[in-house]
């Protein structure tokens, strides 16, 4: 990130800009803080706002009944992803990779392969589903092999942070 990417500065500037204009950035505690806007971003000294640390939304334990959890399983079981209820789930949730957003490298046999070989390592009480960076799961959607635990591009992440931890 920042600083830390081959081309520095060059690469991130306009992350850096929108940053530099933000009244408030949200950080999900000191660490990242200091390692990414103080460290990769550089902007201990210059950025005149204010780091709130409060957490990730995206990942912190949410409290929710088994109401939204059978709307989470309903919506992904229309959506073509095989889930039984009598297994435990873990979501695989990888980022991007490459060097830019708009061009992430897919890495489509990578994928299936580690998939397979978490489950396989699993228990057959647990079952893997894939949830791909909104920029690889275009070229990765028609693959026939991963029919039933790829999770729709359309279906956000954050339902199932909660469902999972439930």
Known sequence: MGYDRPSGAAEVRSTIRNFLQADYLLSPNEYTTDVMFGGAYKLNGIYNGQILEYGSPRVDLQDIGSAECERVIAELRVAGVEIDSSKKTVLYAPTWK?????QAAAEA???KALVAELQSKLTSNVQIILKVHQSVFAQINDDPELTGVLVPNDIPQTPFWVWLMA
């Open 109 to 111: 046999d990578a994928l």
């Open 98 to 102: 490459g060097m830019f957003f708009h």
